[in-house]
């Protein structure tokens, strides 16, 4: 007589609750990063465009480059950032220093996120 062997085909249903778990928690930390990510860029390239328009028009106050800055901010509907630039004179160079931290919520401990970026426009 010949035994005929089957072979297993797809996960069992223990496997699968492995695999969703798995999917989930990358998702869900996924979920987290993807808005820090997002909202970095969006400084570097207010950062940037600062630099642009200091080369088109240069700045002629502090207040001229906060200006600038809540205006983007606004446009970005980030105006909660507002208070996380600083800019100072040095001469006729202005300092822009960006500074904020964020938390991600992780399953089992936060873990602060810092920004810190500093531009200088002559």
């Known amino acids: ?15 699968i609750i492995i695999l ?11 979920l987290q990063y ?15 465009n600062l630099e642009k328009a200091q080369e088109e028009t240069p700045f002629s106050s502090t207040s001229s ?11 970005n509907q980030m105006e909660d950032l507002s208070d996380s630039f600083r800019v100072t ?13 964020r938390e991600l919520n992780l399953i089992f401990k936060k873990q602060p996120m810092p920004y810190e970026q500093t531009l200088t426009l002559r």
Do not use: C, H, W
């Open 89 to 101: 004179q040095d001469g006729e160079a202005y300092t822009v220093e960006v500074s904020f931290m």
């Open 34 to 48: 993807i808005p820090q990510f997002i909202e970095a860029g969006t400084v570097d390239s207010i950062l940037t």
């Open 1 to 15: 007589m010949k035994s005929v062997q089957k072979t297993q085909q797809g996960l069992s249903g223990i496997g």
């Open 20 to 30: 969703l778990a798995i999917i989930g928690t990358g998702v869900y930390i996924g």
């Open 65 to 75: 480059v906060r200006d600038m800055i809540n205006k983007q901010l606004m446009l």
